[in-house]
């Protein structure tokens, strides 16, 4: 039997864990970095007969998490593949601070985190299976706010901006190979997750946007993990995946 393998980052919560739980399928292999192992997902993968590997994984070093991924990805047989996905999802929101009061270290964790690691291991996925005859897609989620400029946001901002437009490079990059993989960078919409709750409780005067996203919470417009995991792998599955390299699940 062929399996879809699937890459997933930030798979430790939030929608992260949603979609690596609903990934978990027989024909499917599964492989998740995150800053921690999760014992209760390994569980679900049993029940699901899926295969898993988890990965305890530090991707403000993105350099040897991709030497990681390409060995890895050097030993399994394609043969054994009907298709190959790499979603990066993780990211890191720094202190909600303007940019001149920022921590220099967390600015450059989210800035790793959230952009560095995407583009090295996006290359080292590419590269290792640049020879596969099946189809390859990569998966980038980005943030409305890579695309709307909010402050006291610039790093997440900066980061999700950098991924939209490196989607777009690649998406160049891969048109011109006859098997180049598929690649989109989607926004997920507005999610109850613990970002929304570090955005609702910061100091007003640091944050200006405050009121809006409180808004958004108590005006019940903020997705669950579940849903938007959901939607995001709708759109991964759709026929004109990559069609548009920028997109928005709300489009």
Request: glycine share 6%; aromatic share 4%.
């Amino acid at each position: 039997m062929t399996q879809h393998l699937y890459i997933l980052t930030g798979a430790s919560r939030g929608m992260g864990l949603a979609m690596a739980e609903q990934l978990l399928a027989p024909d499917h292999r599964l492989l998740c970095l995150s800053r921690q192992v999760n014992p209760a997902l390994a569980a679900k993968a049993v029940e699901a007969a899926c295969a898993l590997e988890q990965w305890p994984c530090d991707l403000s070093q993105g350099v040897a998490a991709a030497a990681l991924l390409s060995e890895w990805l050097g030993r399994l047989d394609p043969a054994t593949l009907a298709s190959a996905t790499l979603i990066n999802n993780a990211g890191v929101i720094p202190s909600i601070v303007p940019l001149s009061a920022s921590d220099p270290a967390e600015l450059a964790q989210a800035l790793r985190v959230g952009l560095e690691a995407p583009m090295l291991l996006t290359a080292a996925f590419l590269r290792a299976t640049e020879s596969w005859e099946q189809p390859r897609k990569v998966l980038n989620i980005s943030s409305g706010l890579g695309r709307r400029a909010m402050a006291s946001q610039g790093a997440y901002c900066a980061a999700k901006a950098g991924m939209d437009h490196f989607t777009r490079c690649l998406a160049l990059d891969e048109a011109r190979k006859t098997n180049g993989a598929r690649t989109c960078s989607l926004a997920p919409g507005v999610i109850d997750t613990d970002m929304q709750v570090t955005l609702r409780s910061a100091a007003p005067n640091a944050f200006p946007d405050q009121d809006n996203f409180i808004g958004l919470k108590t005006r019940g417009m903020l997705s669950s993990p579940a849903d938007a995991a959901s939607r995001v792998l709708a759109w991964l599955d759709r026929p004109d995946f990559g069609t548009n390299p920028v997109a928005d699940v709300r489009d």
